[in-house]
Nanobody, 121 residues
Framework: QVQLVESGGGLVQPGGSLRLSCAASGVSDSEIYAMGWYRQAPGKQRELVAV???????TYKDSVKGRFTISRDNAKNTVYLQMNSLRPEDTAVYYC??????????????WGQGTLVTVSS
């Protein structure tokens, strides 16, 4: 079964940085079309943070543009999220996702278990 495992979350002060990693297992690199990051703060809906597809350019939530950078290592089926200038409102559980190609123009969205990022003094 395909699994996504996130790591890198933790406690950081406002203005600090964290780097999240997400590795996919049980799937070849050619089967993954897109990988990205979502987050869910307490009492709020899950929202897109950043996503990048194969051969495409990254897209970001407006509030993280210029602060966060998503990157992908296709050979390792790994996606990263470099988070700089963190703000308290960035506090959330961050979820990795991958869109797995299962047929012609058919994809299945896979979710990781989440990693907690807390931005606080």
């Amino acid at each position: 079964q395909v699994q996504l495992v996130e790591s890198g979350g933790g406690l950081v002060q406002p203005g600090g940085s964290l780097r999240l990693s997400c590795a996919a297992s049980g799937v070849s690199d050619s089967e993954i079309y897109a990988m990205g990051w979502y987050r869910q703060a307490p009492g709020k809906q899950r929202e897109l943070v950043a996503v990048v597809s194969s051969g495409g350019s990254p897209t970001y939530k407006d509030s993280v543009k210029g602060r966060f950078t998503i990157s992908r290592d296709n050979a390792k089926n790994t996606v990263y999220l470099q988070m700089n200038s963190l703000r308290p409102e960035d506090t959330a559980v961050y979820y990795c996702n991958a869109d797995r190609k299962i047929g012609n123009s058919k994809y299945l969205r896979i979710w990781g278990q989440g990693t907690l990022v807390t931005v606080s003094s």
